[in-house]
């Protein structure tokens, strides 16, 4: 496996990039393998939540965007057009798509920050998975 | 009751029901939280359909549950 174990590789900087861009943490450890699977799964869970919400999900006002905000670049990129959809098109909140759309973009932004957590250890603590199964 | 335990399961399960739109979402989560846990593709995926039909089966019973409750009283 091709990891960063170098002493400059820092575990904050795997913490901020993971949050800018889903996986990326991951791929600046050197585990592609993994940075592609929660770049798919994070992204799309984004979209698809994007896509059934009508567009309007992401809204700073609201206390889901505590949630969705964990979702880092993404986020923080799609939430300028669903402010745009919300001014022209209306929210409906009485819409269940635009409530699922919403619930999506949170879990979303939840995992994310387990992947944010999971690049930091990995990278703070490299030898504890070794460690764990000595024992 | 027998029946209206059927007669709820296939509500549960009908197309026109939106709770099928939580299944992708379960699917995601349990793919990702277990990428976290395990570097191999086939324990990941193992796990991952592991904890998809545990919370899936889970549901269905505590929902199974209410369900009578709400015919009891």
Known sequence: MNERTSARASPVAALVLAWAIPG???????????????????????????????????????????????????????????????????????????????????????????????????????????????? | MGEALVNFFAHLVAISNPLWAYYPLCAVAAVVYKATKFDEPRLIARAAAHFFLSVTAGMFALAAVFYLITLVF
């Open chain 1, 24 to 135: 990326a943490g991951h791929a600046y450890a050197g585990r592609w393998g993994k940075a592609g699977l929660f770049f798919g799964c994070i992204v799309g869970l984004l979209i698809a939540g994007m896509i059934l919400g009508g567009g309007t999900v992401f809204s700073p006002h609201e206390l889901w965007y505590a949630a969705q905000v964990w979702a880092g670049g993404p986020t923080i990129a799609l939430t300028p057009i669903s402010q745009y959809l919300s001014v022209h098109e209306g929210i409906d909140y009485a819409d269940r798509l635009r409530e699922t759309g919403t619930l999506y973009t949170a879990v979303a932004g939840f995992l994310n920050l387990l992947v944010m957590m999971d690049a930091y250890l990995k990278m703070a603590y490299p030898h504890r998975k070794a460690e764990k199964e000595k024992e």
